[in-house]
Structures are given as structure tokens and as C-alpha cells.
């Protein structure tokens, strides 16, 4: 029994110690993100830049019946392209956008082209303008050129390139679906808009699971937002798995091990394996008792 207790006693000490280095190492890598928390910007930007920022509503439903249209010219709304039960991978900005949009959907498109889940049949990808002097045959454009680029079968069924009802009270539709996600944007003397980069994830039932920011997305990362957008129903075990593993981090932009859970595996491999051998060991006991011969007093 002294040689079970100090087996016993060595695994839980090792386990222990392990665990704690995993758990620090995980509190050194996760920054603290507070919405709202920016870079500081140079005096000559300050003024453009004033009140442009994301406003995080993780766990908020979207305006599901906001009216848009489509890049066909048809009126539609968020809840019916989130009806067919797919996850959506969520751009605000405008066509005609001189340098971010154009940036953060080339860069989109160039890593969703290197994820094997796929736009129209895994997830949908919908664009919203916050111009609403932008048209439907725009959009239309647009959607074509990068689905072109996307080169996948079917996925100009599955992209949605809308635009704001051309009527006073139309115009403020993309204003609210941008509300809804924290996007705020201005528009400038110009004529042009002062935004941010970032992709959202919205589930089927129109929450908002996930960002993504600036203009280049890892294809793992994108991957991973859409398996957990999809919550279950996209993806394989295996990656339902590793997500369960894992956390977004949004200081590096990316998803880091949960050292938490991973104890729990730690702990539930190591009391099978203790289990395993206790019983292996009183077995060889209760056996080597059976076989020994008897002793007799004289």
C-alpha cells in the first residue's frame, strides 16, 4: 500500500504542476480587450477617424427584418438568407471604396479560397454597403468579380452583395445593420466613409458569434470562426473537437489553446490510466495469493 500511495501521490503532484504552467502560460497570451480600445492616432487622421471604431455586441441578434436588395434588384432581409440555416460571414463597408473594402474582401476571398468549407454550401457570405447611393447593378458587379476570383461551383448562390432600398426610409437600413453589429463608420465631406476592417460571424438565428479584424485573415482562423458560427452543424468531430480546445484570443487574432480544458482531459486521461493500474495491481495481488501455497504450524 506505501508503494500505491506514493505512485498515487507522484501523478497527482505532476499533474498539478502541469496544470498550473498551462494555466499561466494561457493568462500571459490572452491580452484583455476592452471594445472601444483603439491605437492612438496622429493628429493629421484624429479628425477623420473621430468615431470610427467597433463597438463589440457578441451574444446580440441582428435586425432580422431590416429590408435590403439584393444584387438582383429583389428585396430581401437577413432572416430570410439566415433561414436556409447557414452561418454568415458578415462585411460592411461600400463598392466603391478606394482602398479598405477593396482590401478587406480581397484578402477575405483570398483565404476562404484556401478553406476547404465553402460559400453556398457550408456558409454564406453577405456584403452590405453603408452607401445608400450605391446600386443593386454595383453590388451585382462586384459579387461577380469575386466569385470569379473564389472559382467554387455554386458560390454566387450562397454570396449576397446588398445595397439600401432607394426610398428616404430605406436609406437607413444599413445604418441599423450596422448599429446592431457596433460598426460605426462616418461619411466625409468627400463624399467617401471613414470605417473600420472587420468580418462578423453571425449564426442561423442571427446572433453574433464572432470578429475578425483588419485586412488579413489567417485560413485557419477563418476556418474556426465558421465551424463555431455554425455551432455543430458544419464542420466534422474533429473540428468540433479542437474548437471545444480552444478560445478566440483577440490580441493576436486568432484562436489559442484553453489550458482549462485541457486539464479536463489531462485529469480524466490520468484517473483512466490510475483506474486501470490500480486494478491491474489488486487483480495480480488476488491472483499471486491464490497460487502461493499455504502455510501449516508445525
Known amino acids: ?16 504542476t502541469v496544470g498550473m504552467t498551462n494555466s499561466a502560460n494561457a493568462q500571459a497570451s490572452i491580452a484583455p480587450f476592452a471594445p472601444g ?18 463597438l463589440e455586441h457578441l451574444g446580440d441578434t441582428i435586425p432580422l427584418a431590416t429590408v435590403l436588395i439584393g ?16 452561418p454568415v460571414m458578415l462585411h460592411m463597408g461600400y463598392y466603391k471604396c478606394p482602398m479598405l473594402c477593396t482590401l478587406v474582401l480581397n484578402e ?28 443593386n447593378e454595383l453590388a451585382h458587379a462586384k459579387k461577380m468579380g469575386y466569385m470569379a476570383e473564389y472559382g467554387r461551383a455554386g458560390s454566387d ?23 446592431s453589429v457596433g460598426f460605426q463608420y462616418k461619411e466625409l465631406p468627400s463624399g467617401e466613409y471613414s ?11 442571427g446572433r453574433i458569434v464572432r470578429y475578425l479584424y483588419g485586412v488579413k485573415f489567417d485560413p485557419t482562423t477563418m476556418r474556426m470562426a465558421i465551424v463555431e458560427a455554425g455551432e455543430g452543424k458544419i464542420g466534422t468531430p474533429l473540428d468540433r473537437f479542437i474548437l471545444w480546445c480552444h478560445q478566440y484570443d483577440p490580441a493576436s487574432q486568432g484562436y489559442v489553446v484553453f489550458a482549462m480544458r485541457l486539464m479536463k482531459i489531462g485529469g480524466a486521461i490520468t484517473v483512466v490510466v490510475i483506474a486501470t493500474g490500480l486494478i491491474y495491481m489488486f487483480r495480480r495481488g488476488a491472483r499471486t495469493a491464490q497460487l502461493a501455497p499455504s502455510s501449516r504450524l508445525a
Open 157 to 179: 448562390q450562397g454570396a449576397r452583395f446588398l445595397t439600401a432600398p432607394q426610398t428616404a426610409e430605406g436609406a437607413k437600413a444599413p445604418a441599423a445593420i450596422a448599429e
Open 195 to 205: 470605417h473600420p476592417a472587420m468580418l462578423a460571424m453571425i449564426a442561423s438565428d
Open 108 to 135: 477575405a476571398i483570398r483565404s476562404l479560397s484556401k478553406v476547404d468549407l465553402s460559400i453556398g454550401k457550408d456558409f454564406d457570405l453577405v456584403s452590405i454597403s453603408i452607401n445608400p447611393k450605391e446600386s
Open 71 to 86: 444584387d438582383d434588384g429583389k428585396e430581401t432581409t437577413l432572416g430570410a438568407i439566415l433561414a436556409s440555416g447557414k
Open 37 to 54: 480600445e483603439g491605437p492612438v492616432l496622429a493628429d493629421g487622421v484624429a479628425k477623420e477617424m473621430e468615431g470610427v471604431d467597433i
Open 1 to 16: 500500500m506505501n508503494l500505491k500511495a506514493s505512485i498515487l501521490s507522484l501523478i497527482a503532484a505532476t499533474v498539478l
